[in-house]
């Protein structure tokens, strides 16, 4: 009877570590495919920058990228994402004003390094958040940077 009362206090304690390391497992296969959405910022950089216009108190703003050093560049798409705001002085909290635009970059593989000229009279807005969207070609696995604010004024 000891052997028997021995066996399932075994079994009782084994069961809580069989649900443990099925949590430990499938938590790992998350977290591998979650990191595969991140985009590895030091093969590439991206950043805004105002353009001053003479006589005048609003501003051009002018996006640019280098993916020259970027491995993957042949399988990838590229499309920044230019979102209007309003309530400007919450940065990228102000709320939307408009639908999302998206900017396609063509062919970064032949042209790795480039710009996007923005100006206030073709987006009719103070102020927008812009981010860049990646999208593996082979695999279809999209990654975002992180949000940038960027003012006209």
């Not at 979650?34 to 910022?41: D, I, K, L, R, V």
């Not at 900017?103 to 009719?124: R, V």
Request: hydrophobic letters at 35%; one cysteine or more; aromatic letters at 14%.
């Amino acid at each position: 009877m000891k052997k028997k009362d021995t066996l399932l206090g075994l079994l009782s304690l084994v069961k809580p570590f069989k649900v443990f390391y099925l949590i430990i497992f499938i938590s790992l296969f998350s977290l591998e495919g979650f990191g595969q959405t991140q985009s590895n910022a030091k093969e590439f950089t991206i950043k805004s920058e105002m353009i001053e216009i003479e006589n005048s108190k609003i501003k051009d703003i002018e996006i640019t990228w280098d993916y020259s050093a970027y491995s993957y560049r042949t399988n990838t798409k590229l499309e920044i994402e230019i979102q209007p705001l309003n309530a400007c002085w919450n940065g990228l909290d102000g709320t939307d004003r408009s639908e999302k635009i998206l900017k396609p970059i063509k062919d970064i593989s032949k042209h790795p390094i480039g710009k996007l000229h923005l100006t206030f009279a073709e987006y009719n807005t103070k102020c927008f958040k812009w981010r860049v969207k990646t999208t593996n070609t082979v695999n279809g696995i999209e990654s975002f940077t992180d949000w940038q604010f960027a003012s006209f004024l």
